[in-house]
C-alpha cells in the first residue's frame, strides 16, 4: 500500500494539530477552534525509498562553507534609509520578508514607494490579490510612482504566481497580500491556517531556489498578532511590523525576527497625503510642541538599538473621587509604574494612595527599557509637588527597590544626542559615569546615586 488517508483535527487559532477532537486547545488555550482536515500520508516503504533518492539526488550539491561566493551586491538598497536600518543595511538577495500591520497603516504605500528608487536598476514584479490593476496604477498616480519596470499582476493563485516569477525572473517580488492567496490543492478557504502556511511555503521556496527576494503582506488580527500561523513566522527570513495609531501621522516600523541583521533597530515615518516620509530626527520629532513651565513633564533617552531616542514622560497626579484611585499608562509599562510609584512612596515619603495617576509617552512611542525609570520618577515627583523641572534639564537611569539608581548603557551615545538636541543639564547615574569626561561635552553632566539627589534638581 502506497499512500494512506487520515483525519487530523487544526486549530484554527495557532495551526496545532491533534489526532482527535478537543474542546481546548492544548497549546493556545482557546476554545471550540479544532477544525478536521484530511491528510495523506506514503507508507513507510515508499518513504524510506524516496528518502534514499533524496539523498542521493542532493549528494552533489553540497558546499563547503570558504568557497561560497558572497559579494558586495547581496543586498539590495531599497532608496528608504529607514527601512535598510531595520532590515540590516538592505533586502537580502533570495530573502523572502513579511511586513505585518493592520489594515490602513501603510504596509502597500511603503512597498509602492521603494518600487520608484529600485525600479531604476531592477525590475519588479507586484502580485496583488486585492486590488485590481486600475486601482494599482490610480494609487500609484498618488504617490508618484513612474518607473518603467514596475510590473502589475492582479491574481490570487499562489501556484501560478510563482509560476510566472520563474519564468519572468523579476528581479524583487511583492505580494499583497499572503492572506488572498490560495493552493487548488488544498481544500480551504483562502485566508485559513493551511492556505496561508503552504502558499508562504511555496514563496520561500521560490524565492531560495531563483534568488529573488520576495515581500509578502499579511494583515494582523484583533490581538495585533500576524494572521495566520505563527510557523508562518518561522518559514520567512524576515517579520516586520508596522506599529502606530491611525489617527497620529507617525508610524514606527520595526523588526520582530531577521535572520541578516538585529531585531533592535526601529524605523519612523510619517503619513503625509504624498506617502510616507521618513523622519530622519525622531528626537527633534517627538519633543516638538512641548510645554514649558509645566509640572510633571521630563524628556528620557532610550536606545533603539544603536540609535538613541529623546522622548518626553508625562505624569499627571490628580486627587481621585473614587475610593479606589485610577492608574493608567500609555507607551509604558504599567506594572514598572506601580513598582515606581512603592518605592516613591516606601523610600521618598510620597502618598499616592489618594491620587489618581496618568502616565503618557508622547507621540505614541513605547518606553520600554529600564533607562526610563529615573525620568518617569521626576515627572511624578514634580506633578505632585506642582514643580516644574527645567526644559533643558534630561535624565535617565534605572530605579532600584532601595531607591537607588542603577547604571544603564551607551552611555556616550545618549549623552552626545542630549547634547545635540541642546540640553544643558544631563542627571545620569553616578556609576555609569566611569571613563567619561565631562569637560568634553558641552553641558552639565551630574551624576547621582539615589532619586532623593535626582530630586533636588527640581525647583
Not at 255 to 280: H, I, W, Y
Not at 385 to 410: C, N, Q, T, Y
Amino acid at each position: 500500500m502506497a499512500v494512506k488517508s487520515k483525519n487530523l483535527y487544526v486549530c484554527s487559532s495557532c495551526g496545532f494539530e491533534s489526532s482527535k477532537w478537543n474542546g481546548k486547545c492544548q497549546n493556545c488555550g482557546e476554545w471550540n477552534t479544532f477544525e478536521e482536515k484530511e491528510v495523506t500520508v506514503s507508507s513507510s516503504r515508499s518513504s524510506s525509498s524516496a528518502g534514499r533518492s533524496t539523498a542521493i539526488s542532493l549528494s552533489d550539491k553540497i558546499s563547503v562553507l570558504s568557497s561560497v561566493d558572497v559579494n558586495d551586491d547581496v543586498r539590495y538598497n531599497t532608496g528608504l534609509s529607514e527601512l535598510d536600518r531595520v532590515l540590516g543595511g538592505g533586502l537580502v538577495k533570495g530573502s523572502i520578508v513579511l511586513l505585518g500591520g493592520e489594515p490602513g497603516i501603510g504596509k502597500s504605500t511603503i512597498l509602492l514607494q521603494i518600487c520608484q528608487f529600485m525600479g531604476d536598476n531592477y525590475s519588479i514584479l507586484y502580485v496583488s490579490g486585492e486590488e485590481s490593476t486600475r486601482q494599482i496604477k490610480l494609487r500609484a498616480d498618488r504617490l508618484g510612482v513612474t518607473t518603467e519596470n514596475l510590473y502589475l499582476l492582479a491574481s490570487t493563485d499562489a501556484e501560478a504566481i510563482c509560476t510566472t516569477i520563474e519564468s519572468s525572473k523579476p528581479d524583487i517580488v511583492i505580494i499583497d497580500s499572503i492572506q488572498t492567496m490560495n493552493l487548488s490543492q488544498v481544500n480551504s478557504s483562502p485566508g485559513s491556517i493551511t492556505q496561508v502556511r503552504e502558499c508562504t511555503n511555496m514563496f520561500m521556496h521560490t524565492a531560495k531556489k531563483n534568488e529573488i527576494p520576495i515581500f509578502i503582506v499579511g494583515h494582523v488580527n484583533k490581538d495585533g498578532a500576524i494572521a495566520g500561523p505563527k510557523v508562518m513566522e518561522h518559514i520567512v527570513d524576515c517579520v516586520l511590523y508596522f506599529e502606530g495609531e491611525r489617527h497620529l501621522s507617525y508610524r514606527l516600523l520595526r523588526a520582530v525576527k531577521n535572520r541578516f541583521g538585529s531585531t533592535n533597530e526601529v524605523g519612523v515615518f510619517e503619513m503625509a497625503d504624498a506617502g510616507l516620509r521618513q523622519v530622519e530626527n525622531p528626537s527633534e520629532m517627538l519633543l516638538s510642541g512641548r510645554p514649558n513651565g509645566v509640572s510633571g513633564i521630563c524628556v528620557a533617552c532610550i536606545m533603539e538599538g544603536s540609535r538613541p531616542i529623546l522622548a518626553e514622560v508625562q505624569a499627571l497626579a490628580t486627587k481621585s473621587g473614587f475610593a479606589a484611585p485610577r492608574r493608567t499608562a500609555t507607551g509604558f509599562d504599567y506594572n514598572r509604574m506601580a513598582i515606581i510609584i512603592a518605592v516613591l512612596e516606601k523610600r521618598a515619603g510620597l502618598f499616592f494612595g489618594t491620587l489618581d495617576v496618568y502616565l503618557n509617552i508622547v507621540g505614541g512611542f513605547k518606553l520600554d527599557e529600564p533607562a526610563g525609570d529615573l525620568p518617569v520618577a521626576l515627572a511624578l515627583y514634580s506633578s505632585m509637588m506642582d514643580k516644574p523641572i527645567d526644559e533643558k534639564l534630561i535624565a535617565f537611569g534605572e530605579l532600584g527597590l532601595g531607591g537607588e539608581i542603577r547604571s544603564v548603557s551607551h552611555i556616550q551615545n545618549r549623552l552626545r544626542e542630549a547634547e545635540r538636541m541642546g540640553f544643558e543639564t544631563c542627571i545620569v547615574p553616578k556609576q555609569s559615569l566611569r571613563g567619561i569626561v565631562a569637560s568634553n561635552y558641552n553641558m552639565k553632566i551630574i551624576g547621582v546615586t539615589n532619586f532623593r539627589q535626582a530630586f533636588s534638581y527640581v525647583k
